[in-house]
């Protein structure tokens, strides 16, 4: 199995002062797979590297940084933004790695992303990075 993401994620601008005081800013993307016919695999997505201290694999705190200052962040598995998209196996599946069965063609498997409102920090390019793995 193989999985990719066809491009970086982008919140765009972010203001938590007045334009996203009480306004999440939500993002689409997409992690492509191409497992062989039947396969069952699960899409891993790992805390990033700017995760807070001890917040684990299956449900990630993740935050993007700019030098000492952070914006929080998550990536989810549905569009409630409930289901974080972390690593691993979840028993109820309101964490971990989002399973996924092969079709024998590449597949764009929907992700979610929430930049939560009224997080007040200085202007300038925040960024994290991510892997996305397959275990099969």
């Given at each position: 199995?193989?999985?990719?993401?066809?491009?970086?994620?982008?919140?765009?601008?972010?203001?938590?002062?007045i334009?996203?005081?009480?306004?999440?800013?939500?993002?689409?993307?997409?992690?492509?797979?191409?497992?062989?016919?039947?396969?069952?695999?699960?899409?891993?997505?790992?805390?990033?590297?700017?995760?807070?201290?001890?917040?684990?694999?299956?449900?990630?705190?993740?935050?993007?940084?700019?030098?000492?200052?952070?914006?929080?962040?998550?990536?989810?598995?549905?569009?409630?933004?409930?289901?974080?998209?972390?690593?691993?196996?979840?028993?109820?599946?309101?964490?971990?790695?989002?399973?996924?069965?092969?079709?024998?063609?590449?597949?764009?498997?929907?992700?979610?992303?929430?930049?939560?409102?009224?997080?007040?920090?200085?202007?300038?390019?925040?960024?994290?990075?991510?892997t996305?793995?397959?275990?099969?």
């Amino acid at each position: 199995c193989i999985a990719s993401v066809q491009s970086a994620l982008d919140f765009g601008d972010y203001d938590g002062i007045i334009d996203n005081a009480t306004d999440d800013i939500n993002v689409e993307f997409a992690v492509s797979a191409l497992c062989s016919l039947g396969t069952d695999g699960v899409i891993n997505i790992d805390a990033g590297e700017n995760s807070a201290d001890g917040s684990g694999t299956l449900s990630p705190s993740r935050a993007m940084a700019n030098g000492e200052f952070t914006l929080n962040y998550n990536l989810f598995k549905n569009p409630g933004y409930t289901n974080v998209w972390g690593a691993g196996v979840d028993s109820d599946g309101a964490g971990g790695g989002n399973p996924y069965t092969g079709t024998g063609g590449t597949q764009d498997v929907a992700g979610y992303a929430k930049l939560p409102a009224g997080q007040v920090v200085p202007d300038g390019a925040y960024t994290d990075k991510v892997t996305v793995t397959v275990t099969y």
